[in-house]
């Protein structure tokens, strides 16, 4: 946004009055402008003299042009309150989700429940014991506040937390195989977003990669004719963000943990989404659980804590009591450490899953993905009339039927069953088209708080499975005066 006197003048119009650059207060003047001096009390005078000198600059620089007339200089304390507020407003800031993709990379995926921000809040405001034994009196360990749980939930003998599950691979490889190999089926040698390759990743944590069999198909004896005595480590990685189909067969964990177990050498799967709950029961795409893993004989398993769980972002690292202890002693260990935002709310979100039975209802993640269509369609109903209001009559609106995701980087390939609105531009053919949807959509994002929809067959869709009724909902509606001011 320009902060100026050209922001409500065209570039090109020629000053009623023109002012020169003496005309304009200095900043100590301008600091002591009675319309100012709430401005100074509410924020400090370091900030608003930061930003009124910047102002005046600019102001002068416009005089110097001719750009700058008497009659504007009133509006100065104005534009300096404006500098002020877009200054203090926050980077990362809330939006409506209505692209139809529950988990959204860009979006922060996973939701906090109720209960995690609550302990968040709680925590982070006062000291804590994040490394502090209150039994015993004594310095603890961080990796206690979720550690029991983890072996409840998943089964395991121990677990360990990192920052990410990237994060949980790199350390896993690193101090269970650096130095030697690890064999991978050519199958799974996954690329991730920004960047994250296997190969690349095995690199970094100093050990060699084996590659067995071909990209569609690797079996047993593949593995078996790869291990020798430089092999430290078989591992899995699970392909949740791409399919091949066809000709293909792949060797499962319960069938590997065997031929691993013979020759004395470590079994580890990266779950990458890892969902702690079948899915299936809720009629969406079954995924691989680490309590699964655990009993099919895997010695380590990783996975995140920001997609499936529906908790904050953290790599979750579970298995054996042996492994994951010299997991837990590499010296990477620490650089990678949860800090204790992330791990109180982490805590909070495992306590759910002893609960099961609500989950659906008190996590976020589940209770998108498990809405009802009907109650979706209902939505969009409700929604149509105010939002077609806002838009006329440059938009039409219509409820449709459509296609949601449950995640950009988990299970991407996925869809499910949704509904929505969708606004079409109202013009007299195609030309136009992609400006208006750009316009329109720009303008959705310039909200108050934010609405991201998407582009589809030219029309921008808004898919209503993430936004919740009640409060948010609410928001909604209140927002759509401000978007017919900026359509008209």
Same mark, same amino acid.
């Given at each position: 946004?320009?902060?100026?006197?050209?922001?409500?003048?065209?570039?090109?119009?020629?000053?009623?009055?023109?002012?020169?650059?003496?005309?304009?207060?200095?900043?100590?003047?301008?600091?002591?402008?009675?319309?100012?001096?709430?401005?100074?009390?509410?924020?400090?005078?370091?900030?608003?003299?930061?930003?009124?000198?910047?102002?005046?600059?600019?102001?002068?620089?416009?005089?110097?042009?001719?750009?700058?007339?008497?009659?504007?200089?009133?509006?100065?304390?104005?534009?300096?309150?404006?500098?002020?507020?877009?200054?203090?407003?926050?980077?990362?800031?809330?939006?409506?989700?209505?692209?139809?993709?529950?988990?959204?990379?860009?979006?922060?995926?996973?939701?906090?429940?109720?209960?995690?921000?609550?302990?968040?809040?709680?925590?982070?405001?006062?000291?804590?014991?994040?490394?502090?034994?209150?039994?015993?009196?004594?310095?603890?360990?961080?990796?206690?506040?979720?550690?029991?749980?983890?072996?409840?939930?998943?089964?395991?003998?121990?677990?360990?937390?990192?920052?990410?599950?990237?994060?949980?691979?790199?350390?896993?490889?690193?101090?269970?195989?650096?130095?030697?190999?690890?064999?991978?089926?050519?199958?799974?040698?996954?690329?991730?977003?920004?960047?994250?390759?296997?190969?690349?990743?095995?690199?970094?944590?100093?050990?060699?990669?084996?590659?067995?069999?071909?990209?569609?198909?690797?079996?047993?004896?593949?593995?078996?004719?790869?291990?020798?005595?430089?092999?430290?480590?078989?591992?899995?990685?699970?392909?949740?963000?791409?399919?091949?189909?066809?000709?293909?067969?792949?060797?499962?964990?319960?069938?590997?943990?065997?031929?691993?177990?013979?020759?004395?050498?470590?079994?580890?799967?990266?779950?990458?989404?890892?969902?702690?709950?079948?899915?299936?029961?809720?009629?969406?795409?079954?995924?691989?659980?680490?309590?699964?893993?655990?009993?099919?004989?895997?010695?380590?398993?990783?996975?995140?804590?920001?997609?499936?769980?529906?908790?904050?972002?953290?790599?979750?690292?579970?298995?054996?009591?042996?492994?994951?202890?010299?997991?837990?002693?590499?010296?990477?260990?620490? +650089? %990678? &450490?949860?800090?204790? #935002? !992330?791990?109180? $709310?982490?805590?909070?979100?495992?306590? @759910?899953?002893?609960?099961?039975?609500?989950?659906?209802?008190?996590?976020?993640?589940?209770?998108?993905?498990?809405?009802?269509?009907?109650?979706?369609?209902?939505?969009?109903?409700?929604?149509?009339?105010?939002?077609?209001?806002?838009?006329?009559?440059?938009?039409?609106?219509?409820?449709?039927?459509?296609?949601?995701?449950?995640?950009?980087?988990?299970?991407?390939?996925?869809?499910?069953?949704?509904?929505?609105?969708?606004?079409?531009?109202?013009?007299?053919?195609?030309?136009?088209?992609?400006?208006?949807?750009?316009?329109?959509?720009? +303008? %959705? &994002?310039?909200?108050? #708080? !934010?609405?991201? $929809?998407?582009?589809?067959?030219?029309? @921008?869709?808004?898919?209503?499975?993430?936004?919740?009724?009640?409060?948010?909902?609410?928001?909604?509606?209140?927002?759509?005066?401000?978007?017919?001011?900026?359509?008209?």
């Amino acid at each position: 946004m320009v902060h100026g006197p050209t922001a409500s003048l065209p570039a090109d119009a020629p000053a009623a009055s023109p002012a020169a650059p003496k005309d304009l207060p200095s900043i100590d003047r301008l600091l002591r402008d009675p319309a100012v001096t709430p401005l100074v009390a509410a924020h400090g005078h370091a900030l608003v003299a930061s930003q009124a000198r910047e102002l005046l600059d600019r102001w002068r620089a416009e005089a110097l042009q001719g750009r700058l007339s008497r009659e504007q200089l009133p509006q100065l304390p104005d534009a300096l309150r404006t500098r002020c507020e877009e200054r203090l407003t926050p980077r990362m800031r809330r939006v409506i989700n209505l692209t139809g993709t529950v988990l959204h990379t860009n979006l922060g995926r996973a939701l906090l429940a109720d209960e995690a921000l609550q302990q968040v809040l709680a925590c982070m405001g006062s000291p804590n014991n994040l490394e502090f034994d209150l039994a015993l009196g004594a310095r603890g360990d961080r990796d206690s506040l979720v550690e029991d749980l983890l072996c409840e939930i998943t089964g395991a003998e121990a677990a360990t937390v990192v920052n990410n599950n990237a994060a949980a691979v790199l350390l896993g490889i690193a101090a269970l195989a650096g130095g030697r190999e690890v064999i991978v089926s050519r199958g799974e040698l996954v690329e991730i977003g920004g960047a994250f390759r296997m190969p690349d990743v095995m690199a970094a944590a100093g050990a060699r990669l084996v590659e067995v069999g071909t990209t569609n198909r690797t079996h047993p004896r593949d593995y078996e004719a790869a291990i020798g005595p430089a092999t430290a480590l078989l591992m899995k990685v699970h392909t949740s963000n791409y399919a091949i189909q066809g000709f293909t067969s792949s060797v499962d964990e319960a069938t590997l943990a065997p031929i691993a177990r013979a020759r004395g050498v470590p079994l580890m799967t990266d779950l990458g989404s890892g969902s702690l709950v079948d899915l299936a029961q809720w009629g969406l795409p079954a995924e691989p659980l680490p309590q699964q893993m655990l009993q099919d004989g895997c010695d380590v398993v990783t996975f995140s804590g920001d997609k499936l769980l529906g908790g904050p972002q953290a790599g979750l690292i579970v298995g054996t009591r042996e492994h994951i202890q010299r997991i837990r002693k590499f010296p990477m260990k620490r +650089a %990678l &450490r949860l800090s204790k #935002l !992330p791990l109180a $709310a982490l805590e909070a979100t495992l306590r @759910l899953y002893l609960k099961p039975d609500r989950l659906t209802r008190d996590l976020p993640t589940l209770r998108h993905l498990t809405r009802p269509v009907a109650q979706i369609e209902a939505q969009a109903a409700r929604l149509l009339a105010p939002l077609q209001q806002a838009v006329t009559p440059r938009f039409e609106v219509r409820t449709a039927s459509m296609r949601g995701q449950i995640g950009s980087g988990s299970l991407p390939v996925e869809t499910l069953p949704s509904a929505g609105l969708a606004l079409a531009p109202v013009l007299p053919g195609k030309r136009g088209m992609g400006r208006a949807l750009d316009e329109l959509q720009t +303008a %959705l &994002r310039a909200l108050p #708080l !934010p609405v991201v $929809a998407r582009v589809q067959a030219d029309e @921008l869709w808004m898919d209503l499975r993430c936004l919740d009724e009640g409060a948010r909902e609410a928001e909604f509606l209140a927002q759509l005066p401000r978007l017919a001011e900026a359509l008209q």
